[in-house]
């Protein structure tokens, strides 16, 4: 039974991740910031799975290490231990350099690398003594791929990528496994600047909760350290 933390897992890919893990017969805690946001969707969780001592929430912010260090070990404590992490939660500001401030900057580089720093630092001990423990990083293809206004999303979604593959490196003798997974257009209400009105054609939440759900029940012997998932039949406009 997987004890997993979910970050950002009130909405969008994290509520779907959250809920595939739970529909596996896991346990999950999941953060977001707005206490209410959290509070309504681990109710949503509990009852979808049947078993509202399976899930529980908290308002917490990434950037904030002592925050991150003490709900790991809330986690811990309530699950007696944790043996997944799911990185996933993220910011985009979406304006070229020249107009971008500092505030806006700091926002995306603080919460999509430095948050996810901070939650992977504070789980590794208690990862280490899990088996066959996982970290999985949601970054995207704009890491590789880089757009026009996207500097500060591009950049830190490149950096998560690498921090991913050296990471993957220094713990998986301690039995904790490593993968970084890359969707790109998904239909959420996290939208960069070239958001169209038909979306139908885009990844749902639920695909790339799929694609976590495979890594989590893949065979120990092997590692899918990188995982690309784009759209079958994108827009051709």
């Not at 596996?24 to 707005?34: F, P």
């Not at 993220?90 to 700091?106: C, I, K, L, N, Q």
Request: charged share 25%; hydrophobic share 45%; aromatic share 6%.
């Amino acid at each position: 039974m997987r004890r997993a933390l979910v970050t950002g897992g009130s909405r969008g890919i994290g509520h779907a991740i959250a809920k595939a893990i739970l529909h596996d017969g896991g346990r999950v805690a999941i953060t977001g910031l707005d206490a209410t946001r959290v509070n309504r969707a681990v109710e949503t969780l509990g009852r979808d799975c049947g078993d509202p001592d399976r899930v529980f929430g908290a308002a917490v912010d990434v950037r904030d290490r002592d925050a991150v260090q003490e709900t790991i070990a809330a986690v811990a404590a309530r699950f007696g231990g944790l043996d997944t992490l799911v990185n996933n939660a993220g910011v985009g500001r979406f304006r070229d350099v020249a107009s971008m401030t500092d505030v806006e900057w700091h926002d995306v580089i603080a919460t999509n690398l430095t948050g996810v720093f901070y939650c992977t630092r504070a789980a590794i001990p208690e990862l280490r003594k899990a088996r066959g423990a996982w970290i999985i990083n949601i970054a995207s293809l704009a890491g590789r791929n880089s757009f026009s206004g996207g500097a500060a999303y591009c950049a830190s979604k490149a950096g998560l990528v690498a921090f991913s593959e050296a990471l993957m490196q220094e713990v998986r003798f301690d039995d904790i496994r490593v993968s970084v997974v890359m969707p790109g257009s998904v239909a959420t209400d996290f939208s960069g600047p070239h958001a169209k009105t038909d979306e139908s054609w885009k990844l749902t939440p639920d695909d790339v909760a799929e694609v976590v759900a495979d890594l989590l029940r893949h065979p120990a012997r092997s590692l899918p350290s990188k995982v690309e998932i784009r759209p079958s039949k994108p827009s051709k406009t």
